[in-house]
T-cell receptor, first 112, second 113 residues
Framework: QKEVEQDPGPLSVPEGAIVSLNCTYSNSAFQYFMWYRQYSRKGPELLMYTYSSGNKEDGRFTAQVDKSSKYISLFIRDSQPSDSATYLC????????????FGAGTRLAVHP | DGGITQSPKYLFRKEGQNVTLSCEQNLNHDAMYWYRQDPGQGLRLIYYSQIVNDFQKGDIAEGYSVSREKKESFPLTVTSAQKNPTAFYLC????????????FGQGTRLTVV
């Protein structure tokens, strides 16, 4: 079993839809959670960074962490064609050695 | 303009040759990382370095080598011992300590011909 599981998709939605992307994990020691957006043939871009449980909102993006269920989510409101990309979740359990464990990524396509 | 610069963007290598991928950052970050990305497998850690002159193997270090002589630079050498080197290579850096936010370069696509 992988430490971090993420549905690879692809996920196809119409413009304006609310998108929900999710990851589950098995290591209860994870405390720092990140979401990255990666366009084709580009490096990942950090979208959201959260510590422990709770919600964090930034514009159209909301990140949720439920440590009791070992489940994290990224919501995208009013999705745009420019949101079409692969979304990677990542997490780590220590501030001393920052080894990020990545999910495989979910491919999202937002069509006009 | 702060960031992480990887070069070259595309690299072709003949079998049996060593190649070196460059990674430079001007973010004053202590920690630097090399990841390999293959389709459907996410990112896998090759090597990481938390401070100058120190580095540690990641999950798939065999066939790779690194150095960290300067804070700004963390080059990766793909040796002929790496059996399947064709991949997308990503360099990242983070401030270190309790700050785990990692930022990535734009990647180098290596192809063995």
């Amino acid at each position: 079993q992988k430490e971090v599981e993420q549905d690879p998709g692809p996920l196809s939605v119409p413009e304006g839809a609310i998108v929900s992307l999710n990851c589950t994990y098995s290591n209860s020691a994870f405390q720092y959670f990140m979401w990255y957006r990666q366009y084709s043939r580009k490096g990942p871009e950090l979208l959201m960074y959260t510590y422990s449980s709770g919600n964090k909102e930034d514009g159209r993006f909301t990140a949720q962490v439920d440590k009791s269920s070992k489940y994290i989510s990224l919501f995208i409101r009013d999705s745009q064609p420019s949101d079409s990309a692969t979304y990677l979740c990542a997490m780590t359990n220590s501030g001393g050695y920052n080894k990020l464990i990545f999910g495989a990524g979910t491919r999202l396509a937002v069509h006009p | 303009d702060g960031g992480i610069t990887q070069s070259p963007k595309y690299l072709f290598r003949k079998e049996g040759q060593n190649v070196t991928l460059s990674c430079e950052q001007n973010l004053n970050h202590d920690a630097m990382y090399w990841y390999r990305q293959d389709p459907g497998q996410g990112l896998r850690l090759i090597y990481y370095s938390q401070i100058v002159n120190d580095f540690q193997k990641g999950d798939i270090a065999e066939g790779y080598s690194v150095s960290r002589e300067k804070k700004e630079s963390f080059p990766l050498t793909v040796t002929s011992a790496q059996k399947n080197p064709t991949a997308f290579y990503l360099c990242a850096s983070s401030p270190g300590g309790m700050n785990t936010e990692a930022f990535f370069g734009q990647g180098t696509r290596l192809t063995v011909v």
